[in-house]
């Protein structure tokens, strides 16, 4: 994380020196995707944000730069270990969830379980191309009426000849409409399973939402499966069973874990700056003890979001991570950020509820963040079943 600007004694949103932990290789990721997201990303990021559009010609440096699937080794991807991850979303969310949020999409939801349930053929089909950018994937798990609960999902896959016909809706979809192979779950006689449905497959229909106030820079469709019949080699055979969807979910809620934490950091960032600037009272505005404990609290936090995450991020390169201390920390980063942009759009006034200032961009992001890949009180239940053995969930 970069100092204070301003210059003055505060260690900036790094103040447990976090950065002297990391590897040389591990800092040029974070230092080269911080630099895109500061050049090329944020000059465009607010317009995209407020005209409902998602800026995707920013995939082909994104692609260019490695960080589409960074974890997997091979097929064109980078190999990069957990942390490098997790700094590529930290910086991306900096900027903002949409960005971060495609390539989470993309990496630990669509090429994570292509390269762990697949076969051959479907790896080499589509990890190279979706690496590159050439092609886009989305997940569907949600549906309309089954969010926190998809075990009970409606969508259903019938084996039909050496095929299969899958008939049902998904609901809140990122990617949706815009990619060309959706990896969709389906309940099967043998459990819920996942398949690979390409774009233009006939019965296959994408609708997107255009009344969002949150994460406006973002594509998020509905997807509708209307007897859509697909050859037998779109089944990815590894699925067998809604755990294994839950994996993909842990892959992407370790990233929100880190993003979050960049978001934070933007929020105290920006209006650190700002109250530095503005004068109320003959005075600076972060000359007020009331602001400074707002300062005290959000670095406070980030910090503890900072170390939390990266002790997850070196036991997940050990093998040794676990899903509810990736829901522990996928919660936290949450509330972190959503505290963060809480009290910096307040520091900031009136300023703080306009787009010429990125607050009210993440103030609005952190809500669909807050709710997707498990909203709090879910990961809430999963701790709680973590810490007394009796899951509370029905
Ligand atoms: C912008 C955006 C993008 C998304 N992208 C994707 C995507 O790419 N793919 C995908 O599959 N999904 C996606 N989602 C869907 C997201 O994962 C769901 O919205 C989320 O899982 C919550 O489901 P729900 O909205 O149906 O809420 P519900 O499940 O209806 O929950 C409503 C409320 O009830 C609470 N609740 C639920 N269960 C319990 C319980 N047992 N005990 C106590 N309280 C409970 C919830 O915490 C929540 O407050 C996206 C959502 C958004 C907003």
Request: glycine letters at 10%; aromatic letters at 8%; a negative charge.
């Given at each position: 994380m970069s100092q204070r600007p301003t210059g003055s004694a505060a260690r900036g949103v790094d103040f447990f020196d976090v950065?002297?932990?990391?590897?040389d290789e591990e800092r040029l990721v974070r230092d080269t995707v911080r630099a895109f997201v500061n050049d090329k990303a944020l000059p465009i990021l607010d317009a995209a944000f407020v005209n409902d559009r998602f800026p995707s010609e920013l995939i082909p440096a994104i692609a260019e730069m490695g960080l589409l699937g960074a974890s997997i080794t091979g097929y064109g991807c980078a190999g990069a270990n957990s942390v490098a991850y997790g700094l590529i979303c930290q910086e991306l969310e900096r900027g903002d969830s949409g960005l971060r949020s495609f390539v989470s999409v993309q990496s630990s939801l669509v090429m994570y379980p292509i390269h762990a349930f697949g076969t051959e053929a479907q790896k080499e089909k589509w990890l190279p191309r979706l690496a590159a950018g050439e092609a886009i994937g989305c997940f569907g798990l949600t549906e309309p009426d089954h969010g926190s609960d998809p075990?009970?999902?409606l969508t259903r896959a019938e084996q039909r000849g050496s095929g299969w016909v899958i008939r049902g809706a998904k609901a809140w979809i990122t990617n949706g409409s815009i990619a060309d192979v959706a990896l969709v779950w389906a309940k099967t006689d043998e459990g819920i399973r996942a398949f690979l449905v390409e774009k233009g497959t006939p019965g296959f229909t994408t609708h997107d939402y255009r009344n969002k106030f949150s994460l406006r820079a973002s594509v998020t469709s509905e997807l509708f499966f209307d007897d859509c019949e697909v050859p037998g080699d779109a089944l990815l055979p590894g699925t067998t069973g809604l755990k294994h969807a839950l994996m993909c979910l842990t892959q992407a809620r370790y990233g929100i874990a880190w993003g979050t934490i960049g978001m934070a950091a933007a929020c105290y960032e920006a209006a650190l700056h700002y109250a530095d600037q503005r004068i109320v009272f003959g005075r600076p505005v972060s000359s007020f003890q009331l602001q400074q404990a707002k300062f005290a609290e959000m670095l406070t936090e980030i910090s503890k979001g900072q170390l939390l995450n990266l002790r997850l991020g070196r036991l997940k390169d050990q093998g040794r991570a676990d899903f509810a201390q990736v829901s522990m920390a996928k919660r936290n980063g949450c509330r972190t950020a959503r505290q963060a942009a809480h009290l910096a759009r307040e520091i900031l006034g009136a300023a703080g509820v306009v787009h010429d200032y990125p607050i009210a961009r993440h103030f609005c992001n952190i809500e669909a963040v807050y709710t997707y890949e498990g909203t709090d009180d879910i990961h809430t239940l999963i701790l709680g079943d973590r810490i007394t053995g009796k899951p509370a969930f029905e």
């Amino acid at each position: 994380m970069s100092q204070r600007p301003t210059g003055s004694a505060a260690r900036g949103v790094d103040f447990f020196d976090v950065d002297s932990e990391l590897s040389d290789e591990e800092r040029l990721v974070r230092d080269t995707v911080r630099a895109f997201v500061n050049d090329k990303a944020l000059p465009i990021l607010d317009a995209a944000f407020v005209n409902d559009r998602f800026p995707s010609e920013l995939i082909p440096a994104i692609a260019e730069m490695g960080l589409l699937g960074a974890s997997i080794t091979g097929y064109g991807c980078a190999g990069a270990n957990s942390v490098a991850y997790g700094l590529i979303c930290q910086e991306l969310e900096r900027g903002d969830s949409g960005l971060r949020s495609f390539v989470s999409v993309q990496s630990s939801l669509v090429m994570y379980p292509i390269h762990a349930f697949g076969t051959e053929a479907q790896k080499e089909k589509w990890l190279p191309r979706l690496a590159a950018g050439e092609a886009i994937g989305c997940f569907g798990l949600t549906e309309p009426d089954h969010g926190s609960d998809p075990g009970t999902m409606l969508t259903r896959a019938e084996q039909r000849g050496s095929g299969w016909v899958i008939r049902g809706a998904k609901a809140w979809i990122t990617n949706g409409s815009i990619a060309d192979v959706a990896l969709v779950w389906a309940k099967t006689d043998e459990g819920i399973r996942a398949f690979l449905v390409e774009k233009g497959t006939p019965g296959f229909t994408t609708h997107d939402y255009r009344n969002k106030f949150s994460l406006r820079a973002s594509v998020t469709s509905e997807l509708f499966f209307d007897d859509c019949e697909v050859p037998g080699d779109a089944l990815l055979p590894g699925t067998t069973g809604l755990k294994h969807a839950l994996m993909c979910l842990t892959q992407a809620r370790y990233g929100i874990a880190w993003g979050t934490i960049g978001m934070a950091a933007a929020c105290y960032e920006a209006a650190l700056h700002y109250a530095d600037q503005r004068i109320v009272f003959g005075r600076p505005v972060s000359s007020f003890q009331l602001q400074q404990a707002k300062f005290a609290e959000m670095l406070t936090e980030i910090s503890k979001g900072q170390l939390l995450n990266l002790r997850l991020g070196r036991l997940k390169d050990q093998g040794r991570a676990d899903f509810a201390q990736v829901s522990m920390a996928k919660r936290n980063g949450c509330r972190t950020a959503r505290q963060a942009a809480h009290l910096a759009r307040e520091i900031l006034g009136a300023a703080g509820v306009v787009h010429d200032y990125p607050i009210a961009r993440h103030f609005c992001n952190i809500e669909a963040v807050y709710t997707y890949e498990g909203t709090d009180d879910i990961h809430t239940l999963i701790l709680g079943d973590r810490i007394t053995g009796k899951p509370a969930f029905e």
